[in-house]
């Protein structure tokens, strides 16, 4: 079993920062890649950024004000956001692509954080 905590959110005015993270935990091998997601009121839900050993991608609506980083000695990625703009509240999903043990096997999945509430006030 794997588990994803988030922490980090809250609420933020305008221009404002906030630093989410997120730790993965359990019979963990290796991590392939990690990324964060959002999901405003009415909307789907979208790629923020992901992360991987060799390519970080980031959506246009957060490039130059979003940096997400990896910590792989304590399983944990970050999101620094700067520059908030309302546009941007929203339920902040964390994402892993996880090799995990079970048993005497080694299996793959794809774990969720259960989210952490983003809201950026005028």
């Known amino acids: 079993q794997v588990q994803l905590v988030e922490s980090g959110g809250g609420l933020v005015q305008a221009g404002g920062s906030l630093r989410l993270s997120c730790a993965a935990s359990?019979?963990?091998?290796?991590?392939?890649?990690m990324g964060w997601y959002r999901q405003a009121p009415g909307k789907q839900r979208e790629l923020v950024a992901t992360i991987t050993s060799g390519a970080i991608n980031y959506a246009d609506s957060v490039k130059g004000r979003f940096t997400i980083s990896r910590d792989n000695a304590k399983n944990t990625v970050y999101l620094q956001m700067n520059n908030l703009e309302p546009e941007d509240t929203a339920v902040y999903y964390c994402?892993?692509?996880?090799?995990?043990?079970?048993?005497?096997?080694?299996?793959?999945?794809?774990?969720w954080g259960q989210g952490t509430q983003v809201t950026v006030s005028s």
């Open positions: 994402n892993a692509d996880i090799w995990y043990a079970s048993g005497l096997l080694s299996r793959r999945g794809d774990y």
């Open positions: 359990g019979s963990i091998l290796s991590i392939n890649a």
